[in-house]
């Protein structure tokens, strides 16, 4: 292994409230990640030795030197980018480019909202929505700095940032300038925020949620069903890749890379040793305050 990320999703398998738990006895943690081609068995000719590789789909066990697995179970990735973008390109950039093409059929001009900008997924979300000519409308956090991490969005691509005490107000729209009202609202913490989201939906708009940062629920009122005729969907990468997706997602994790290498698409990591692999989990828990995705280098 070359290099693995710690995802929210592979703290809420180590703590056991996640769907699918990994077999135990003798789990090894980490589910995306890169690796590098050291030996062979005899009868593979798919591979060759020193090809970067990952688990594709993704599988338990990253978080460790060595892995053995059948040649099928590996994705042969480009070598000329830096090794922690295919690393941490399964998931969270997968997610937001499914999501974008999935639930609503966007054309250049249509808008968009989200919240957890800041995040890969809405750092991916912002840009890939850029490449197509659609707008983006983003909510962050109040917290300190998120006048540095507005900025931040904007240089990649976004259109408006609002924090949350911003947005939470009646008039919403008057926030919104010429943007026209967004058709889909993409939904990772729940609470306020995502009931903010459905507000500001257009007629008949759509509000995915793949994520609960913030642990409440999604909570609707009776007139965004009725009046608004607004629908509510999920999304979970896991399940869309466990059908019969694994071929499709292979080539959408290229085209992915290929827009790294272009660099038209980017996003904010941390990178960490694998020898200090205590202080990236304590950063990954919230232990040190916001910090951007942790990324273990062996």
Not at 42 to 60: E, T
Not at 87 to 111: C, E, H, K, Y
Not at 145 to 165: C, H, I, M, P, R
Request: charged share 20%.
């Amino acid at each position: 292994m070359l290099a693995a990320p710690i995802n929210p999703s592979d703290l809420n398998r180590i703590e056991g409230v996640y769907p699918v738990r990994p077999p135990l006895p003798g789990a090894v943690a980490g589910y995306e990640g890169l690796g590098q081609v050291h030996a062979l068995g005899p009868a593979v000719d798919s591979l060759s030795v020193g090809d970067w590789v990952i688990p594709s789909p993704p599988s338990f066990g990253t978080w460790q030197t060595y892995i053995v697995k059948p040649a099928t179970a590996w994705h042969r990735v480009r070598a000329d980018v830096p090794p922690y973008y295919p690393a941490t390109i399964t998931i969270n950039p997968l997610t937001a480019l499914r999501m974008l093409r999935d639930f609503v059929n966007l054309t250049p001009g249509d808008s968009l909202v989200q919240n957890g900008a800041t995040s890969i997924v809405g750092q991916c979300v912002i840009q890939l929505a850029k490449l197509h000519g659609l707008h983006t409308i983003n909510i962050i956090r109040d917290r300190p700095g998120s006048e540095e991490a507005k900025d931040k969005l904007k240089q990649l691509g976004a259109d408006q940032v609002f924090t949350e005490s911003q947005i939470d107000i009646k008039n919403i729209k008057t926030l919104l300038g010429a943007l026209p009202e967004p058709t889909l609202g993409l939904n990772c913490v729940g609470g306020n925020v995502a009931s903010v989201i459905l507000k500001i939906l257009r007629q008949g708009g759509t509000m995915v949620t793949y994520g609960g940062m913030s642990k409440k629920p999604v909570t609707v009122s009776t007139s965004s069903f009725i009046f608004k005729d607004l629908s509510l969907k999920g999304f979970w990468l896991q399940k869309w890749m466990s059908s019969d997706k694994a071929e499709e997602s292979r080539k959408m994790i290229d085209y992915l890379l290929d827009l790294v290498r272009k660099g038209e698409l980017k996003y904010e990591m941390e990178l960490t040793p694998f020898s200090d692999f205590r202080l990236a989990l304590d950063k990954a828990l919230g232990k040190h305050g916001s910090q951007p995705k942790q990324v273990l280098m062996f």
